[in-house]
């Protein structure tokens, strides 16, 4: 129902006279083929069409009609006045309110080529919370309004509009939720809610007919009902990649194409799988983004423990320049998800009397995840990397600042393979004094740690403590072009520490200390690199360290052999070392003293070394060891003291 023309409207002739006793034609648009008009709104009492217009030219009753018409006007004599097409009406108040009024308004970009469409259709390209009712005035509580507002959003992009709003429960997020440019308080939250949740489900299990095979480019299925090519799955079993802390073996993988029971993959297996091994497609949560946010939580005391995000077996998940202060457990937590990122955030204040308190927790086998950016500070770790649930891969960590983190800046744990970590910035200074701390803390597979800052530690400026079953060939390390300095005054903060604690057979293959700037002279019994394999730890190969130039307290490189694991072919080369301490040697080498053979093959050659009792000492008669071209400056006792063998077998002095 629509008013074409309301009681009393006049029409002229072209001179500018009423069209006295003219007429008024209706058709279907565009055509000469009559279309009815009525007298009511509800259309039910026709009027004769033509209309005939009274002696003054004016309509005597409100004319309505449904949809357009073409329009011809007539004078008394049946002469065309004018014709027009696409004539609509309007409804006094309903046409133009808050459900139609914006469909009839017109909307064209200004730009060359742009395509007109309505103002409602360009209004509802965004979406805000004020659309569902909610007041963002911050003391107002929002919850069910923004509740509202996701779960409407369809895609479409939610705008805060920089206002505050005040939330008490969960949000939960669905697929293609992106919010931006506000602020939102969770202070009223209870102790353990979150924020935002965005929760998958782990789908549908599928039986593997054999064992997943490192390389192996497909599986065998007992039934591929369900299964398509594009398919995200995992793998998992009860293989324990670190018995540690129990973390087991699993990873993603895309379904590249279905051949009847056989699945054929987008990319090599990476890890062989033996016990009680399956395969699950998950329902996927995709295609979360939070930008330009300013979250507030409970507090970081006491037993609260609440998370600005969790989500859980979710795709494409990224937080953007977002700041969240007082979120006890964690800000951002990130369990199982395929893809995403965090980046340029500020994250402050969590709980870490509960042992928790992290800035990003990439947990339970999340794959191809970057964290770059940010500051992240009064926390126990600023990014976490760990988890049980199958194995973390291709996490990169870069450009990322943390300060005043109670265990250490970044943590990687066992269960993770080929983790880089680069250009950070690691301030580990605390006005907390009962806190100690790493910088960097390792203990994962095939980890690269480059280009990194890090500052007043109190145990370690980097751990790299092994603590996995992976196979050798997924196990090189490099640390290199790292600076370290300035640790607090504690005795056994060292600058990098290696320890092997894969277990007996467990092998660490190539091993890369180059170009670190240790100075660590404020420890009061800090070496500077410390590379051992414990009791508990494997055979390490392939060692070079080269090229570092450290400044400590005592021993500049130490390494030793503490089981019956080998340690060799070890490369310590252009290495320039410094040591206050008269009572410890500068590189100090110590086989194991049941059986020195578990220490050999060893070349020190061009270091300049200053200070120590001994420039180079050897303990417990390792065995094949070679030194030349080294410049020994300042030794308390003698420049080298032990037995060197030269690569002919033949002893030698030097």
């Not at 648009?29 to 039910?44: E, G, P, Q, R, W």
């Not at 500077?528 to 021993?555: E, K, M, V």
């Not at 417990?620 to 037995?643: C, D, E, K, M, W």
Request: with cysteine; proline share 2%.
């Amino acid at each position: 129902m629509a008013l074409l023309f309301p009681a009393g409207y006049q029409f002229f002739d072209t001179n500018g006279d009423p069209l006295a006793a003219g007429t008024v034609r209706f058709y279907i648009t565009t055509t000469t083929t009559d279309k009815a008009v009525y007298s009511n709104k509800a259309l039910s009492a026709a009027i004769s069409n033509p209309y005939t217009l009274d002696s003054s030219g004016r309509i005597g009753v409100n004319i309505y009609g449904s949809g357009d018409y073409t329009v011809l006007v007539k004078d008394s004599a049946a002469a065309t006045v004018f014709s027009r097409d696409a004539v609509f009406g309007w409804d006094e108040i309903g046409d133009i309110d808050g459900n139609a009024g914006s469909s009839l308004v017109g909307f064209i970009h200004s730009a060359a080529g742009a395509v007109a469409t309505t103002l409602q259709a360009r209004g509802r390209l965004t979406i805000t919370p004020q659309d569902f009712g909610a007041t963002g005035d911050g003391s107002a509580d929002d919850t069910a309004e923004l509740q509202a507002c996701i779960d409407g959003a369809d895609g479409r992009e939610i705008d805060l509009q920089g206002l505050t709003y005040k939330v008490a429960t969960t949000l939960s997020l669905v697929s293609d939720t992106t919010i931006k440019n506000g602020k939102i308080s969770f202070a009223t939250g209870s102790d353990s809610d979150v924020l935002f949740e965005a929760f998958g489900s782990v789908g549908t299990q599928y039986t593997l007919s054999s064992a997943p095979t490192k390389g192996a480019t497909s599986v065998a299925v007992a039934s591929a009902t369900g299964l398509a090519a594009g398919d995200w799955c995992f793998l998992q079993s009860t293989d324990n990649w670190s018995a540690t802390d129990s973390g087991k073996r699993g990873e993603w993988v895309r379904v590249l194409s279905v051949s009847g029971l056989t699945i054929n993959l987008e990319q090599k297996v990476r890890i062989t799988l033996t016990t009680a091994y399956t395969m699950y497609k998950p329902t996927l949560i995709s295609n979360i983004n939070l930008r330009d946010l300013t979250l507030t939580g409970n507090g970081y005391s006491g037993s609260a423990a609440q998370y600005a995000l969790r989500a859980y077996l979710c795709k494409n998940v990224n937080v953007q320049n977002c700041v969240a202060d007082s979120f006890g457990y964690a800000a951002f937590s990130l369990e199982t998800v395929l893809g995403g990122s965090v980046r340029n955030c500020i994250v402050s204040r969590g709980n870490f009397s509960l042992g928790s308190a992290y800035g990003v927790a990439l947990t339970g086998g999340c794959d191809g995840i970057s964290v770059s950016g940010g500051r992240y500070s009064y926390l126990r770790h600023g990014v976490t990397v760990g988890g049980t649930f199958i194995t973390n891969y291709g996490i990169t960590i870069t450009g990322v600042n943390t300060m005043a983190c109670s265990d250490a800046g970044i943590d990687v744990h066992p269960n993770c393979m080929g983790v880089v970590i680069s250009g950070c910035m690691i301030d580990c200074y605390s006005a907390d004094a009962t806190e100690t701390g790493d910088g960097i803390t390792a203990q994962g597979a095939g980890i690269t740690i480059v280009g990194n800052t890090i500052r007043g530690w109190t145990r370690d400026g980097i751990l790299a403590q092994p603590l996995t079953s992976a196979p050798a060939a997924d196990d090189a390390w490099n640390i290199s072009n790292n600076v370290l300095a300035n640790p607090e005054a504690a005795s056994g903060a060292d600058g990098i520490v290696f320890s092997s604690e894969k277990g007996t057979g467990n092998s660490i293959r190539s091993l890369v200390i180059n170009g670190n700037t240790i100075e660590g002279e404020s420890a009061t019994t800090g070496k500077g690199i410390l590379i051992q394999n414990t009791t508990s730890g494997g055979p390490i190969r392939s060692i070079s360290i080269n090229g570092n130039a450290i400044y400590c307290r005592t021993q500049g490189i130490s390494i030793t052999a503490a089981n019956l694991e080998l340690i060799q072919d070890v490369s310590i080369t252009g290495n320039t070392i410094e040591i206050v301490s008269a009572a410890v040697p500068v590189i100090e080498i110590i086989a194991n003293a049941d059986v020195s053979k578990y220490l050999s093959c060893v070349v020190i050659g061009s270091n300049c070394l200053r200070g120590g009792t001994y420039s180079v000492s050897l303990s417990n008669s390792p065995a094949r060891i070679l030194t030349a071209g080294n410049l020994y400056q300042g030794f308390a006792t003698a420049a080298t003291v032990g037995t060197f063998v030269a690569t002919d077998g033949t002893s030698y002095s030097t």
